[in-house]
């Protein structure tokens, strides 16, 4: 079919206008002809090209190639064939191409050739990329727990994701009057240094968009010394010619602003600005987000160092009597969660009996802190004004608190350790206990077997006043420790607290020869590993 030259003229254009190469293969010789566009496409002149598959072939990606031939091989006379690949330049670059094709018959009706078109379809490639590359940034950002994390993920993952040479995350500090940057490596040493903290009103472009909420696009050095002479600074430290400056809000709050630098001039077009723009979007909402935990990070600190303040205050050291020696320890939680209303006490009653108290009031906030305090203060005055065994005082206790209108729950063991002359004559002391719901007292014999004081314990305090509650008693020879705690020192995660417990008895067990205050140290340490998940009192009397 013959096609006059105003026709060919207009396929011209249409091809011209599309950007489409032209390419014919011949399959009985592998002769392959190209035009100029599908040329240029790989990177060459038309008279660079040797006209043969070969020629392809060789400039055609090698994880690309199988698939690119595997397609070839399957088109058959009159098929559609489709097919992208990358194309290699001579400088080693890659552009992404897509052909297509159709097979065409020869007179005996085989396939004689291949003829088709081909597009440089690089720049949907690129734009895809970045896509996906800045979902993955967007995630990385929503796992970002403070400033640091958060900045590194934006200027080293996002400045990657945008093809560009560098960046910085600039942060308003209005109290000072500055903005703290966080920048990438690449820019160097010397500009982290120099520009580390900027005045907020200051010339530069990060501090100007971070004070007025205004883009800067300087696509080159004259862009940049237009804006302001200052950026000269910038040029000769950074060695970056292209600079783009977004700001980061928080709702219609200025937060700061995004800064990005490449290291050639560049040309912002519309779908790079938009693309720019919402990743400063990104940047500004995980900053927001980081903020809002870090406060509420500051205000837990504050409130579990306030808690913790008042409860060791009123962890005063406990007296030593004669022939006993006492030991005890506080440790809080290790995780910032709020202290709880663990406590101990120890005092000697008007009789001379040495009166014990191991606690932990129910829950873990400055209530109950306050809760402990009260009932550790109504329990040593209570047990100090009537002189009476354990259960009594804590029977006593629990009608105080029902009159008083104190609210809370809390676990509880009241020990009593005295000695009559008829015990002194056996070198023996009698401990006398009542459980409220808490954890057994382990005791230490002088031939290093310890045993579990078990009794069925009691209701905890703050549930009924009708409660009837029991005293369990044993005498105690010289030699023995006795050790009193709460469930921060044997509970675990996934574990029961029977199993925590033996732990606890076999741990004392090996360790009960040391020296008291050692072997407090050392109960905490095997227990917690020096980092507890729950706060921990404790309370050891060694019997002399």
């Given at each position: 079919?013959?096609?006059?030259?105003?026709?060919?003229?207009?396929?011209?254009?249409?091809?011209?206008?599309?950007?489409l190469?032209?390419?014919?293969?011949?399959v009985a010789?592998?002769?392959?002809?190209?035009?100029?566009?599908?040329?240029?496409?790989?990177?060459i002149?038309?008279?660079?090209?040797?006209?043969?598959?070969?020629?392809?072939?060789?400039?055609?990606?090698a994880d690309?190639?199988?698939?690119?031939?595997?397609?070839l091989?399957?088109?058959?006379?009159?098929?559609?064939?489709?097919?992208?690949?990358?194309?290699?330049?001579?400088?080693?670059?890659?552009?992404?191409?897509?052909?297509?094709g159709?097979g065409?018959?020869?007179k005996?009706?085989?396939?004689?050739?291949?003829?088709?078109?081909?597009?440089?379809?690089?720049?949907?490639?690129?734009?895809?990329?970045?896509?996906?590359?800045?979902?993955?940034?967007?995630?990385?950002?929503a796992?970002?727990?403070?400033?640091?994390?958060?900045?590194?993920?934006?200027?080293?993952?996002?400045?990657?994701?945008?093809?560009?040479?560098?960046?910085?995350?600039?942060?308003?500090?209005?109290?000072?009057?500055?903005?703290?940057l966080?920048?990438?490596?690449?820019?160097?040493?010397?500009?982290?240094?120099?520009?580390?903290?900027?005045?907020?009103?200051?010339?530069?472009?990060g501090?100007?968009?971070?004070?007025?909420?205004?883009?800067?696009?300087?696509p080159n050095?004259?862009?940049g010394?237009?804006?302001?002479?200052?950026m000269?600074?910038?040029?000769?430290?950074?060695?970056?010619?292209?600079?783009?400056v977004?700001?980061?809000?928080?709702?219609?709050?200025?937060?700061?602003?995004?800064?990005?630098?490449?290291?050639?001039?560049?040309?912002?077009d519309?779908?790079?600005?938009?693309?720019?723009?919402?990743f400063?979007?990104?940047t500004?909402?995980?900053?927001?987000?980081?903020?809002?935990?870090?406060?509420?990070?500051?205000?837990?600190?504050?409130?579990?160092?306030?808690?913790?303040?008042?409860q060791?205050?009123?962890l005063?050291?406990p007296?030593?009597?004669?022939?006993?020696?006492?030991?005890?320890?506080?440790?809080?939680?290790?995780?910032?969660?709020?202290?709880?209303?663990?406590?101990?006490?120890?005092?000697?009653?008007?009789?001379?009996?040495?009166?014990l108290?191991?606690?932990?009031?129910?829950?873990?906030?400055?209530?109950?802190a306050?809760?402990?305090?009260?009932?550790?203060?109504?329990?040593?005055?209570t047990?100090?004004?009537?002189g009476?065994?354990?259960?009594?005082?804590?029977?006593?206790?629990?009608?105080?608190?029902?009159?008083?209108?104190?609210?809370?729950?809390?676990?509880c063991?009241?020990a009593?350790?005295?000695?009559?002359?008829?015990?002194?004559?056996?070198?023996?002391?009698?401990?006398t206990?009542?459980?409220?719901?808490h954890?057994p007292?382990l005791l230490?014999?002088?031939?290093?077997?310890?045993?579990?004081?078990?009794?069925e314990?009691?209701?905890?305090?703050?549930?009924?006043?009708?409660?009837?509650?029991?005293?369990?008693?044993?005498d105690?020879?010289?030699?023995?420790?006795?050790?009193?705690?709460?469930?921060?020192?044997?509970?675990?995660?996934?574990?029961?607290l029977?199993?925590?417990?033996?732990?606890?008895?076999?741990?004392?067990?090996?360790?009960?020869?040391?020296?008291?205050?050692?072997l407090?140290?050392?109960?905490?340490?095997?227990?917690?590993?020096?980092?507890?998940?729950?706060d921990?009192?404790?309370?050891?009397?060694?019997?002399?």
């Open positions: 079919m013959r096609v006059d030259q105003s026709t060919a003229l207009r396929l011209q254009l249409a091809q011209d206008a599309a950007q190469g032209y390419w014919d293969y011949e010789t592998a002769k392959l002809v190209w035009d100029e566009a599908c040329a240029a496409m790989f990177g002149s038309l008279e660079e090209f040797e006209g043969a598959l070969s020629a392809f072939e060789a400039r055609c990606h690309d190639l199988p698939r690119v031939q595997a397609v091989a399957a088109t058959g006379p009159g098929d559609s064939m489709e097919t992208t690949y990358r194309a290699v330049q001579p400088d080693g670059s890659l552009r992404y191409l897509l052909s297509r159709q065409v018959a020869g005996d009706g085989d396939l004689e050739r291949l003829v088709g078109v081909v597009l440089d379809v690089t720049r949907l490639h690129r734009g895809a990329d970045r896509l996906s590359g800045l979902a993955r940034v967007a995630m990385a950002l796992g970002a727990d403070d400033d640091s994390e958060l900045t590194r993920v934006v200027i080293e993952q996002g400045a990657a994701v945008l093809g560009a040479d560098g960046g910085a995350v600039c942060i308003r500090d209005d109290a000072r009057g500055v903005i703290r966080a920048m990438t490596d690449s820019l160097g040493e010397e500009v982290q240094l120099e520009f580390g903290e900027l005045p907020l009103d200051g010339p530069l472009p501090s100007y968009t971070a004070r007025t909420g205004e883009e800067v696009w300087l050095r004259a862009a010394l237009a804006f302001t002479p200052a000269q600074i910038v040029y000769d430290g950074t060695d970056r010619d292209a600079w783009a977004l700001p980061l809000r928080s709702g219609d709050t200025l937060i700061g602003s995004l800064v990005v630098s490449w290291a050639e001039p560049r040309t912002f519309e779908e790079e600005r938009e693309l720019l723009a919402a400063a979007a990104q500004a909402q995980a900053l927001d987000r980081v903020s809002a935990l870090a406060a509420e990070r500051r205000q837990a600190e504050e409130a579990r160092r306030l808690s913790e303040t008042l060791r205050s009123l005063s050291a007296p030593q009597p004669d022939d006993l020696q006492v030991a005890v320890r506080y440790a809080p939680a290790s995780q910032q969660a709020a202290v709880g209303g663990d406590w101990y006490d120890g005092f000697v009653v008007p009789d001379g009996a040495l009166t108290v191991i606690g932990d009031c129910v829950g873990h906030d400055r209530q109950a306050a809760a402990m305090a009260t009932m550790r203060n109504l329990l040593r005055a047990a100090y004004a009537i009476e065994p354990p259960a009594a005082v804590l029977t006593a206790l629990e009608r105080a608190l029902r009159g008083l209108e104190v609210d809370g729950l809390a676990t063991l009241l009593r350790i005295e000695q009559t002359a008829e015990l002194r004559a056996r070198q023996l002391r009698r401990v206990w009542s459980n409220a719901g954890m007292p230490r014999q002088p031939d290093g077997r310890v045993r579990l004081l078990s009794s314990p009691d209701l905890l305090l703050g549930l009924s006043v009708e409660s009837v509650r029991c005293d369990s008693s044993i105690v020879a010289v030699g023995a420790t006795l050790v009193l705690y709460t469930d921060g020192l044997v509970e675990r995660r996934g574990e029961d029977d199993t925590g417990i033996e732990r606890l008895r076999v741990t004392v067990e090996e360790l009960g020869h040391l020296e008291l205050e050692e407090c140290d050392a109960l905490l340490e095997r227990m917690t590993g020096g980092s507890a998940e729950d921990v009192a404790l309370l050891t009397v060694r019997f002399k």
